[in-house]
């Protein structure tokens, strides 16, 4: 069975706490959900803000290879002919080929919200969708809080559907507005309309309840053959259906087609990519295209996972275009560590007794604070130092701080190191407006001297977290630091009652990290006397 799918980020998405997109932003989205085969993309209210005018402005040079561009907005307002208003002018001015109108289905927003008689709320519905139709639209007819209008009175909200599909709307979309229904009622409800009317059911849920996703499916199962949705379920309050979800959900699960199997390998992508431009990223437990979403984490899982991933995963990672991952901690068996070196290229390199020791200690770090599941630089440093026990690239003589500020200058840490290489002691002092850079920058200029390729590893990101503690304690902290090299990304951890020193202990991590993967590599590690 066929599905259509239809993207609402660009405009029911930015109605969501800490989504602001700008122009350029919503262009880029539009690009990428037509890329991966979304059927229709509403692009915003052209009447409201002079921001969504200017997209639909500039979309039509987009010309999207697969996807229909949709102007949203609503019946025309009671004191205005359906001619003279302004918002039914911009939605024929966006030029678009389909346009989504809500209407009022709910006898209490008609006499209490818009302060008319229900039967002139009919003629507003009947009016704007026959002109839209007139001029040669798609039309959407968007069912505003239907399920909960029918619940109060079932022959009205029939009456607004009525209304709009003898005006001409090709889709009649029930929107569960205020996200309380729940899935065996929608189900019920759409099968009902599904019964009387012809054409398309759409359905438009949110996830007030944190049923959006089902109540959206159930409408499917009833009958409804359109899905409104957000990818990562951005939307105003609790958000809107998770679309990434229930695309996965249609196809894996109810053989349904809707973007297709190809593409559905691009989900993940297509996720962690609008979640960057909105700079709100996809949670790590998100369903189908989050990073933990097939992260195993104990012994006793792993262990199965590596016989028969159908275990413990509903479907296959790569199918939805994710990953397995196999996580180290202290509540890792020796599976996860088979996992582990398998994945980074060091299976056989450590026989059974190397791997319990190495385990223990792993389980030791943990318990010290280490987390070494967010630290994947830390946890291969700790292998190929087991692997590799002779190896010696440097040893830390001293290092000191010094942070002040002179008169209105801004505050500036001074940092000296003295590291011994080969025998040799090379020292260096920079500054810098954090302890962190300056150390560094110290670190890096030292080991320069005498390994080159050290320059290339850049630290992006550095956080820092207070670890609980039990009474009488002192408090300790934890320091994770995103690198990256040459386009190969790690994280190391430090951890003490300084964030000094833990900061220090990430740093020194790194750079050894680095160093150990190149002496590996015949010649590749050029150093000067």
Known sequence: MRIYTFDTTLRDGTQGEGISLSVEDKLTIAQKLDELGIDYIEGGWPGSNPKDKEFFIRVRDLKPEHARVVAFGSTRLAKNTVEQDANVRALIEADTPVVAIFGKTWDLHVTRGLGIDLDENLKLISDTVGYLRNHEKEVVFDAEHFFDGYAANPSYALRT??????????????????????????????????????????????????????????????????????????????????????????????????????????????????????????????PFVGKS???????????????????????????????RRVLVSDLAGRANLVYQLRQKGFSGHLDENAQRELLARIKQME???HDLESADGSLELLVRSVMRP?????????????????????????????????????????????????????????????????????????????????????????????????????????VSRSVVEASWNALLEAVRLQLMRLTEKAGSVETTA
């Open 390 to 494: 002779g190896v010696h690239l440097f040893d830390v003589v001293r290092y000191q701080l010094i942070t002040g500020a002179d008169g209105s200058n801004p505050l500036q840490t001074t940092a000296t190191i003295t590291l011994r290489i080969q025998g040799r002691e090379h020292s260096a002092t920079a500054s810098d407006k954090s302890p962190v850079g300056a150390l560094n920058s110290c670190l890096q200029t030292c080991l320069e001297s005498r390994y080159p390729q050290v320059k290339d590893v850049h630290l992006t990101d550095y956080k820092v977290r207070l670890l609980g503690t039990r009474e009488g304690e002192e408090a300790r902290v934890r320091v994770l630091i995103n690198w990256n090299a040459n386009h190969e990304k790690w994280s190391t951890v430090g």
């Open 161 to 286: 559907l009525e209304a709009a599909k003898k005006s001409g709307a090709q889709v009649l979309c029930l929107c569960d507005t205020n996200g309380g229904g729940r899935p065996s009622r929608i189900g019920e409800v759409v099968t009902e309309i599904r019964r009387r009317f012809d054409g398309v059911i759409g359905i438009h849920t949110h996830n007030d309840s944190e049923l959006a996703v089902a109540n959206s499916v159930a409408a499917v199962e009833a009958g409804a053959a359109m899905v409104q949705g957000c990818l990562n379920g951005y939307g105003e309050r609790c958000g809107n259906a998770n679309l990434a979800s229930i695309i996965a959900i249609l196809e894996l699960r109810l053989g349904c087609e809707t973007i297709g199997r190809e593409k559905l390998t691009h989900l993940s992508s297509v996720c962690r990519f609008i979640g960057d431009i909105a700079n709100v990223a996809v949670p790590n437990s998100q």
């Open 367 to 369: 318990h010290e604070g």
């Open 293 to 323: 979403a097939f992260a195993h984490k104990g012994g006793i899982h792993v262990s199965a996972v590596l016989k028969d991933p159908a275990t413990y995963e509903h479907i296959a990672p790569e199918s939805v275009g994710n990953l």
